[in-house]
C-alpha cells in the first residue's frame, strides 16, 4: 500500500498533463453571430436547409476537431448546382457541380484556408466508403447573410456531401441529411 501512495503526486501530474493536452485538442467558439430574418424568398431551404431565425444567436467558430486517421464528423446535404441550396458557386474554383457528382465542403477549420482545395477524401459512413473532392467551405465564421443564403454558420464538424456521395453510402433518400461519419484525406 504504502508504494501506491507514494506514487500519488506523479500519478497527478500524469493525469493533470493528459487534462490539458485534452483541453487544447478541443475546438470551442470563437464567437457569436446574431440571426436575421431572411428577405422573402431568400434562403433556399432544399435538402431541408436551416434559415437564420431573427435574434437567435449562432456559434461561430475558427477550429474543427483535430485530425485523425479517421476524423468524426457529421455528413449532410448540400446541392452544389446553380440555383442549389449551397449558394454561390464553389469556393475552390469558382464553379458549380453537379449533384451526381461525389464533392463536398468541409467546416472551416479543415477547410483550413483552402489547403484541401480540389484534394480528395475518403468518407466512411453506412458501412460504405466513397472518395470525394473537396470543392468549398461550409463556413463555421459567417452566416445569416446574402453571402450564405441567410443559413446559420456551419457547426465545426460537417462535411457537407452532395447527393452522389450520399448515393454511394448506400443511405436510402428518407435517411438523407445527417449521418455520423468518419473521413481522412485520401
Not at 35 to 58: F, H, T
Not at 60 to 67: E, Q, R
Amino acid at each position: 500500500m504504502k508504494s501506491f501512495f507514494s506514487k500519488g503526486p506523479i500519478v497527478a501530474i500524469l493525469l493533470l498533463a493528459i487534462f490539458m493536452v485534452s483541453e487544447a485538442q478541443q475546438c470551442r467558439p470563437s464567437g457569436r453571430i446574431r440571426g436575421r430574418k431572411p428577405p422573402p424568398g431568400q434562403c433556399n431551404q432544399e435538402d431541408d436547409s436551416d434559415c437564420c431565425k431573427a435574434g437567435k444567436m449562432y456559434p461561430t467558430y475558427t477550429c474543427s476537431p483535430p485530425m485523425s486517421g479517421n476524423t468524426k464528423a457529421y455528413l449532410t446535404l448540400n446541392s452544389f448546382e446553380a440555383g442549389g441550396d449551397g449558394g454561390g458557386p464553389s469556393e475552390c474554383d469558382g464553379q458549380y457541380h453537379d449533384d451526381n457528382t461525389p464533392v463536398v465542403a468541409l467546416s472551416t477549420g479543415w477547410y483550413n484556408g483552402g489547403s484541401r482545395c480540389l484534394k480528395n477524401i475518403r468518407i466512411n459512413g453506412n458501412g460504405q466508403s466513397v472518395v470525394a473532392m473537396v470543392v468549398d467551405e461550409c463556413d463555421s465564421t459567417e452566416g445569416c447573410d446574402a453571402d450564405h443564403d441567410y443559413q446559420p454558420p456551419c457547426p465545426n464538424n460537417i462535411v457537407d456531401a452532395s447527393k452522389a456521395v450520399w448515393k454511394a453510402l448506400g443511405v436510402s433518400e428518407d435517411n438523407w441529411g445527417g449521418l455520423d461519419i468518419t473521413w481522412s484525406d485520401a
